[in-house]
């Protein structure tokens, strides 16, 4: 079991940035593959990056590439996400997400997907 908790959302002009980040609880981090995601009101939940258990290999949804990173740092059990260029599309409670399946690729859709965090919300002004 592990606990996934997510800071750094917040309102920011459309251009700014924001740094998400994602503590988890257990010793066991490095194990896990993980997510961000986000939903939008009445929208689906999609993936918006998402990372390896090494951080070898990394997916982007193509609203966001060229904008958004993901890392991760395995020694602080912590996962980021650096939004640069914010839009006001990309308004949206934004969630992390582990999968403890073991893989070598990118998890790339919710049910590969073990456990949550409750989310943080970003709302950028345009």
């Known amino acids: 079991q592990v606990q996934l908790v997510e800071s750094g959302g917040g309102l920011v002009q459309a251009g700014g940035s924001l740094r998400l980040s994602c503590a988890a609880s257990?010793?066991?981090?490095?194990?896990?593959?993980m997510g961000w995601f986000r939903q939008a009101p009445g929208k689906e939940r999609e993936l918006v990056a998402a990372i390896t258990r090494s951080g070898g290999s990394t997916y982007y949804a193509d609203s966001v590439k060229g904008r958004f990173t993901i890392s991760r740092d395995n020694a602080k059990n912590t996962v980021y996400l650096q939004m640069n260029s914010l839009k006001p599309e990309d308004t949206a409670v934004y969630y992390c997400?582990?999968?403890?399946?073991?893989?070598?690729?990118?998890?790339?859709?919710?049910?590969?997907?073990?456990?949550w965090g409750q989310g943080t919300q970003v709302t950028v002004s345009s």
């Open positions: 257990g010793r066991t981090f490095s194990v896990y593959a």
């Open positions: 997400a582990a999968d403890r399946s073991l893989k070598n690729y990118v998890p790339e859709t919710i049910p590969q997907y073990d456990y």
